[in-house]
C-alpha cells in the first residue's frame, strides 16, 4: 500500500547525504524515492532476491549516480556502514548484520511477520547506550527471504496475542535472562520494555 510505505519512509527522517540500504527493493520505485531525499551527497543501496526484478530496477535507476541495486537478500549488506536500512520484507527476528552495519545514530525499520504473514514494523534506532525500539504498528507483507526462523516466527505470534508492543522501548543484545520486560526474547536479541538504565 503505498500510503503505508510512505509513513515506514517518513520514519527513516532520510536526509541529504545518508547513506540507505534498501531491501526488497522491487523495481526501484520507492528506492527512487529515497534516492531524492538524500541527494546528492548520499548514497543508496538497493537489494533485490528476484533477479528479474533486480534487473528492472537498474534499468529504471540508471539516471540516480548515487544509487545502486544488486540482486540478492541483503541479509548480511557487505559490512556496509548504514545511517539508514530499510526492510521492504517481513522477518522474524532483527538480524545481527543489519543491527551491526547501522552506524551510530543510525535508524532500522523493520517488519516482523509471523508465519501468516502478519505482524508490526519496529523502528531501532542505534543510540549510546544501545538500541531504542518503538513499534509503528501493524504490517501485513511478504517474507524477506533469509531472516525467517520458525522457532522466532511461533515466539513472535505468541507476543503478539499477549500484546504490549505499544509499550517497546530498547532492543537488547546482553546475554540475560527472560524476564517481565521481555516483550520478544531471542537468541542474541530481545525487544524489551525495560530502559536503558535497567540494563
Not at 534498501?22 to 524515492?33: F, L
Not at 549510546?128 to 531472516?147: H, K, R, T
Amino acid at each position: 500500500m503505498p500510503s503505508f510505505l510512505a509513513f515506514l519512509i517518513d520514519a527513516l527522517a532520510l536526509k541529504p547525504g545518508d547513506r540507505v540500504a534498501h531491501v526488497g527493493a522491487g523495481v526501484g520505485y520507492y528506492t527512487a524515492i529515497m534516492a531524492e531525499l538524500v541527494s546528492p551527497s548520499g548514497k543508496v543501496f538497493g537489494y533485490e532476491v528476484d533477479a528479474a526484478l533486480a534487473r528492472r530496477a537498474t534499468a529504471n535507476l540508471a539516471g540516480y549516480a548515487h544509487v545502486t541495486v544488486a540482486p540478492g537478500n541483503g541479509v548480511d549488506l557487505d559490512g556496509r556502514d548504514i545511517d539508514t536500512l530499510f526492510i521492504n520484507a517481513g522477518a522474524t527476528h532483527p538480524l545481527p548484520a543489519w543491527l551491526s552495519a547501522l552506524a551510530p545514530g543510525g535508524t532500522l525499520v523493520l517488519p516482523l511477520t509471523t508465519e501468516h504473514r502478519w505482524g508490526i514494523t519496529v523502528k531501532i534506532t542505534r543510540c549510546e547506550a544501545g538500541f531504542d525500539a518503538v513499534s509503528l504498528g501493524q504490517v501485513g507483507i511478504y517474507p524477506c527471504e533469509g531472516a525467517r526462523d520458525p522457532a522466532a516466527a511461533k515466539a513472535l505470534f505468541r507476543a503478539l496475542k499477549t500484546g504490549g508492543q505499544e509499550k517497546l522501548t530498547t532492543l537488547r543484545r546482553d546475554r540475560h535472562q527472560r524476564g517481565p520486560d521481555c516483550w520478544l526474547h531471542g537468541r542474541g536479541w530481545c525487544l524489551s520494555t525495560a530502559r536503558h538504565a535497567a540494563q
